[in-house]
């Protein structure tokens, strides 16, 4: 055991040697952090912004272009389709029609009605006519096959934030964007509401909306199931000025579980419009195969 004097010489020997640098050395760290001048809000103003924001539409009636993609860490590539100009109806609560072009010939590719439990879809280059829920029953091994209009319902359209329903808890976060005049990554602060639900079991997080600070308007969503699993990644880009409602007009939509993206940009657009019982109807055409989704697959036969 060392003596309090040799301790005494260790601890100045050391303080020595490290005053010398000897035993460290530093360097600078580089943060770009958003010089933007930002806003400030309360929790009680966000969510006001955001009923205030959606109880202004009622219908939506846009032409879009959609781009898609499949793939990512799961499956090791993406492969990017090609644009095709498509058609959105939406009408609350829960009505949503999509219909998509091919490219040039603009032949129908696709036409999807929902109305928020079960969806219809008909492919006409298939010959099929798909019907079943808005949740997927039975996972297809093909990332567009679990593509359900609800889940573009969602993440088309903020939904409001029920209090009496719902607790809400304000986060002052951090986002990553790109630096306006050198494209690199930058800091900026944000305000992220999480909305939480009371589930089948207990309560969960159900969803998370990002406000960017400089414009105050919501810039993305995130929803996650009632294990805590992200399902739906949204991003809200370029807001415009539809009849006096601020829209985005640029909707990227992720779903990192099946691993397949939808970008929606819309070309025009008109908002409260009246939308009729028969806009939203989609029967099953002559001689189409029909395809039950909530139904298991057959076996197959024994070899």
């Known amino acids: 055991m060392l003596s309090p004097s040799r301790c005494q010489i260790v601890l100045v020997s050391l303080a020595v040697v490290s005053l010398s640098g000897c035993l460290f050395r530093s360097h600078k760290v580089e943060q770009n952090i958003s010089k933007a001048q930002l806003q400030s809000a309360t929790k009680e103003e966000l969510v006001r912004r955001i009923n205030e924001e959606?109880?202004?539409?009622?219908?939506?009636?846009?032409?879009?272009?959609?781009?898609?993609?499949?793939?990512?860490?799961?499956?090791?590539?993406?492969?990017?389709?090609?644009?095709?100009?498509?058609y959105v109806l939406v009408r609350k609560p829960n009505k949503l029609r999509m219909i998509g072009l091919m490219p040039i010939v603009r032949n129908r590719a696709f036409d999807m009605?929902?109305?928020?439990?079960?969806?219809?879809?008909?492919?006409?280059?298939?010959?099929?006519?798909i019907v079943g829920r808005n949740d997927v029953v039975n996972p297809s091994n093909q990332p567009?096959?679990?593509?359900?209009?609800?889940?573009?319902?969602?993440?088309?359209?903020?939904?409001?934030?029920?209090p009496n329903k719902e607790i809400?808890?304000?986060?002052?976060?951090?986002?990553?964007?790109?630096?306006?005049?050198?494209?690199r990554p930058m800091q900026q602060s944000d305000y992220e509401l999480d909305v939480i639900?009371?589930?089948?079991?207990?309560?969960?997080?159900?969803?998370?909306?990002?406000?960017n600070r400089v414009s105050l308007q919501p810039d993305r969503e995130l929803l996650y199931d009632q294990n805590g699993n992200l399902v739906t990644d949204t991003l809200y880009n370029e807001f415009k000025d539809y009849g006096g409602v601020k829209f985005p007009s640029v909707i990227h939509i992720w779903r990192p579980?099946?691993?397949?993206?939808?970008?929606l940009s819309i070309v025009k657009m008109t908002l409260n419009q009246p939308l009729t019982e028969e806009q939203f109807a989609l029967q099953q055409p002559p001689g189409a195969q029909l395809v039950r989704l909530d139904q298991p697959p057959p076996p197959k036969p024994a070899s």
């Open 257 to 263: 579980q099946e691993e397949y993206s939808i970008t």
């Open 144 to 162: 567009l096959e679990n593509i359900r209009p609800k889940q573009i319902y969602d993440s088309l359209i903020l939904q409001e934030i029920a």
């Open 168 to 183: 809400v808890i304000l986060e002052n976060g951090i986002e990553i964007l790109p630096d306006p005049n050198t494209h």
């Open 197 to 211: 639900r009371r589930g089948d079991r207990d309560w969960y997080l159900d969803r998370k909306i990002v406000f």
């Open 113 to 129: 009605v929902s109305d928020g439990a079960t969806f219809k879809l008909w492919i006409p280059t298939k010959n099929r006519f």
């Open 54 to 86: 959606a109880g202004k539409i009622q219908t939506l009636n846009a032409t879009v272009d959609i781009d898609t993609s499949v793939g990512g860490a799961k499956r090791g590539k993406v492969t990017e389709y090609r644009q095709i100009r498509g």
